[in-house]
Every structure is written in C-alpha cells, then in structure tokens.
C-alpha cells in the first residue's frame, strides 16, 4: 500500500526566506505527483502537478521537483510572503493510474511565514 | 463558473440519523469523489465515480452510500450516523486523461462540510 509522508508537520519561518517543503512516497511507481495548499476552514487547491517525466514543474515562485528513483518530491517557495501561510499538501496516484481516481494523500505541512 | 458546489456547510446529527451531503460540479467532469478529512489522518478516500452510474469504494466506504445518476450530481449518505463519522467532507472532481500524456487534469475541491455527529 503506498504511504506518503510530510515532514515536518508544521514550519514557520520569516518573510522573505526562501523554503523546501517535503514530500516521501514509499512506492516509486507513479506516474505522477501534485501539491495542493489548503487554507483554514476551506478545501484544496491544485498549485503542481509533475509527470513522471518531467522531474520539476515551475508556477510563479513555486517549484516542485520529483525524484522518483529516491521517493521524494520537494515544493519550493521562494521569497516567502504572508499569503503563503496555509497547509501543503502532496498526492500520489496508485501505481500504474495516472488520473485522479484514489489519490492518496500526505498529511500536510502547515506552514506560517512571519511578518 | 460555480466549479465544485457542497451543501450544507455546516450539520448537527445525532446518533442514528440520516442525512445526505450533496455535491455539483458544473465543468461536465466524468470523475468524482468523496474524502473525510479528519487531524493527524489527511484526507481519506470514501467513494468515488467514473461516470454516471458508475462508482466504486475508496478507503474507508462503511456507513455511507452513493450513486451516480447524473454527471453533474453525486450525494453522499450517511445511513446511520455514528460519532466516528463526525469529520470534515469533500467533494472533488476533475476529467479523466485520455491517456499519460494528454496533459495534466487538475483536481478541482468543494468548500467542505463539516459535520459534527452527537
């Protein structure tokens, strides 16, 4: 069964940094993976989604990267500002899927940029 | 563009009753699903559909039903609630690739119904 984990749970940091959020899946066989962020008291939102042939994708100050081979993705956000506070989370197909159908989800990072 | 609609927001129940969450998509998405979402668990799978009349269980389906019988539409039910199922529902939808390489298809989410059961 495929376990995605986020590390750590919960990170602050001040404005203006530069950040790396984590992602881990334990089985590599996917065919993609995306972020989502989650504000407080609402529902998701696609920010990413990395084909399995692609290794980064670029939005605006974020980038993620997916590193099949070690079962990691990382989403990174630069020149951090307040906006960015909410929950990230990443989701992973079953292997051998590549829509939508039974994502499974990490747990999310909650992060909080400092003013 | 409404994109994906949940009601109620908020419900009450007490133990053993029934209720239905409902959700609408207006973008003519083939895939839907439902997820609970509860803390330090992430967003789990409860049940999901590829088409009209066509669904299928997630992760953790006992104590709710659904049906597909339109593509905009598809409600969840709570049979007999018990407190375990106090949580927070979402509902998704997207389109479903044509194949691994026609392009992304992104997963659009509902508000959320927070659901508190006595």
């Known amino acids: 069964k495929q376990e995605v984990t986020q590390i750590p749970a919960a990170l602050s940091v001040p404005e203006g940094e530069n950040l790396v959020l984590n992602c881990s899946f334990t089985d590599s066989a996917i065919y993609n993976l995306q972020w989502f962020r989650q504000d407080p008291g609402k529902g998701l939102t696609s920010l990413l989604l990395i084909q399995s042939s692609q290794r980064e994708q670029t939005s605006g100050r974020l980038n993620a990267s997916l590193d099949k081979s070690s079962g990691r993705s990382t989403l990174y956000i630069a020149a951090s500002q307040p906006g960015d506070s909410a929950t990230y989370l990443c989701?992973?197909?079953?292997?051998?899927?590549?829509?939508?159908?039974?994502?499974?989800f990490g747990t999310g990072t909650r992060l909080t940029i400092i003013p | 563009n409404a994109g994906v609609t949940q009601t109620p927001k908020f419900q009450v129940l007490k133990t053993g009753q029934s209720m239905t969450l409902q959700c609408a998509q207006d973008?003519?998405?083939?895939?839907m699903s439902w997820y609970r979402q509860d803390p330090g668990m992430g967003l789990r799978l409860i049940h999901y559909?590829?088409?009209?009349?066509?669904?299928d269980q997630g992760e953790v389906p006992n104590g709710y039903n659904v049906s597909r019988s339109t593509t905009e539409d598809f409600p969840l039910r709570l049979l007999s609630a018990a407190p375990s199922q106090t949580s927070v529902y979402f509902c998704?939808?997207?389109?479903?690739?044509?194949?691994?390489?026609?392009?992304?298809?992104?997963?659009?989410f509902g508000a959320g119904s927070r659901l508190t059961v006595l």
């Open positions: 998704a939808s997207s389109n479903i690739p044509a194949g691994i390489h026609s392009g992304a298809n992104v997963l659009t």
């Open positions: 559909s590829v088409g009209a009349g066509i669904t």
């Open positions: 973008m003519n998405h083939e895939y």
């Open positions: 989701a992973v197909p079953p292997i051998s899927n590549f829509g939508n159908e039974k994502l499974t």
